[in-house]
């Protein structure tokens, strides 16, 4: 059972010193790094870092942003972990996956962030019909 840590900073005038202590001193034997905007996909430290990983492990990251693209990609990587069976840990917020308490917060996340895609969709559909809906209407179809 191993503790590897996962920094990243956005832009090259950041330091990831302040995260790179912060995982050290939570005790990760192995660390990966990115500078890479939180919006890219290509992160070769991230997929090195969860090539590494193996089952009993636990990911830790100073922050949630630091690892999710959304809170959508966030989750996604999460569940991937854990089909590995690999725990996750968040320093600032608290999160652990390692925990039940941990687990049960990170599935409130996943449903928030399913209810929002939900809603996000309902909201596209009402505004197409409502657009196709007046377009009928201005054409005199009504």
């Known amino acids: 059972?191993?503790?590897?840590?996962?920094?990243?900073?956005?832009?090259?005038?950041?330091?990831?010193?302040?995260?790179?202590?912060?995982?050290?001193?939570?005790g990760c034997a192995q660390l990966f790094e990115d500078m890479a905007s939180g919006a890219r996909a290509d992160r070769p430290g991230l997929a090195e870092a969860l090539a590494y990983v193996r089952s009993d492990d636990t990911l830790i990251v100073w922050k949630l942003d630091r690892l999710g693209r959304s809170m959508a990609h966030l989750i996604e990587t999460v569940r991937e972990l854990d089909k590995k069976g690999v725990g996750f840990r968040s320093l600032t917020e608290?999160?652990?996956?390692?925990?039940?308490?941990g687990t049960l917060v990170f599935h409130l996340f996943g449903a928030l962030a399913q209810f929002e895609r939900d809603l996000t969709a309902e909201r596209t559909r009402a505004g197409l019909s409502a657009a196709a809906s007046s377009r009928s209407y201005s054409r005199g179809l009504l």
């Open 1 to 26: 059972m191993a503790l590897i840590g996962y920094a990243r900073v956005s832009t090259a005038d950041q330091s990831a010193a302040l995260q790179m202590d912060a995982l050290r001193a939570a």
């Open 94 to 101: 608290g999160v652990d996956t390692t925990t039940s308490g």
